[in-house]
């Protein structure tokens, strides 16, 4: 971002062409690389019910105990497999993963400062969260956005807020309620 916001803008439109050069169709724009980078998130942020350094077979069967000690109750009116697997970010998509004992990310330099956006509908990852992810960075902002749901970023005020932000490199007002 600084090196667009200093007259070299390929530092940002190189990486959107590859992003979306292999679609053809722009209603499927970004699928492919959003499903890769959500496993990313999913499989490394989210706590799974497993331990990540087990072989396959002990984080199978970790996994199936988990489920068989939850019981079906809590799901009602569906099963406790049923809805855990039902979508990418289920308990059993990252059991194949190889993955980190160790997910705390430790900075290896300075971090940039950041707007934080959350929304006040948000069930998923509420305000606390956001919050939470925002004390990370020294200079962030946060932002809880009126109206929004867990893609607080789509609505008029979180964009304009975010095409500020990518312009001046800082957030110089807030969403509010109408």
């Known amino acids: 971002m600084r090196q667009a916001l200093h007259g070299h803008p390929d530092a940002l439109v190189r990486p959107a062409k590859e992003f979306y050069a292999p679609v053809s169709d722009l209603r499927t724009a970004g699928t ?73 990310y430790r900075p290896t330099g300075p971090m940039p400062d950041v707007p934080v956006l959350a929304g006040d509908l948000d069930t998923n990852t509420g305000a606390a969260y956001g919050r939470q ?5 020294r200079h962030s902002t946060f932002v809880l956005v009126p109206g929004a749901g867990h893609t607080s970023d789509h609505g008029p005020c979180a964009t304009s807020l975010l095409n500020d932000f990518v312009r001046t490199g800082h957030l110089t007002r807030t969403c509010t309620t109408p």
């Not at 072989?55 to 809590?74: N, T």
Request: overall charge negative; hydrophobic content about 40%.
């Open 32 to 104: 492919h690389h959003f499903a890769a980078m959500a496993f990313s998130v999913v499989c490394h942020d989210y706590a799974v019910p497993h331990d990540r350094g087990a072989s396959l077979p002990v984080r199978q069967d970790q996994l199936l105990q988990g489920r068989q000690g939850i019981g079906d109750r809590p799901f009602a009116p569906f099963s406790a497999a049923g809805w855990t697997e039902g979508s990418m970010d289920t308990v059993d998509a990252c059991l194949r993963r190889p993955g980190r004992t160790d997910t705390t």
């Open 133 to 137: 992810a925002a004390a990370q960075f």
